[in-house]
């Protein structure tokens, strides 16, 4: 159960119905973390400037699903988890086999394999990665436009992570369990 009540759309006002209507048009939905999130205006509209301006970058949704679903499992988000690999299978249309391996950072693809590396090793050590992993991620073609949408990509899945973790909220997604 939630630490948090959710805020429903309908019973939403002045901003916080705005931000949630944003929601729904953007989404076609208004998951439960955003609701949730919807207690605090500030966050809720951070979390949706983020995630609109890293979805103008240069990672495609099926790449940038795969590095979500990296950093939930990192970060034991099973929200997250369940979210990303729904929408990983269902609107970025990325195989099964492709989302499962996601989970432990890894991918057929080698330049998706660098940028998940990559990810994780800058999550797992606050930022610091050696010149040889930096090094490894480019010889993949990985390009420096790439690595720091890598970051945006990470700063935004970190803060949902951590909220969801935090206030404990319910999945509204097929479950995936860590």
């Not at 949730?36 to 790449?63: D, F």
């Not at 080698?110 to 800058?122: G, M």
């Amino acid at each position: 159960m939630t630490n948090f009540a959710p805020i429903e759309p309908e019973t939403a006002t002045g901003e916080v119905a705005d931000l949630l209507a944003q929601v729904q048009k953007s989404l076609g939905l208004v998951p439960n973390m955003t609701k949730v999130m919807a207690n605090s205006p500030t966050l809720l509209r951070s979390y949706l400037a983020l995630s609109g301006e890293a979805g103008k970058g240069v990672l495609k949704p099926a790449v940038r699903e795969r590095l979500a679903i990296a950093t939930a499992q990192l970060n034991g988000c099973e929200y997250c988890l369940s979210a990303h690999t729904y929408i990983g299978a269902n609107i970025a249309k990325v195989d099964a086999g492709e989302l499962g391996s996601a989970r432990a950072a890894e991918s057929s693809d080698a330049h998706v394999a660098a940028l998940l590396k990559l990810s994780n090793a800058i999550a797992g050590n606050g930022g610091k990665v050696d010149d040889g992993e930096l090094q490894a991620a480019r010889d993949a073609g990985v390009s420096d436009e790439e690595i720091g949408e890598v970051v945006v990509n990470l700063a935004l899945n970190t803060l949902t992570n951590y909220f969801n973790v935090l206030a404990h909220v319910d999945n509204d997604w097929p479950a995936v369990t860590l």
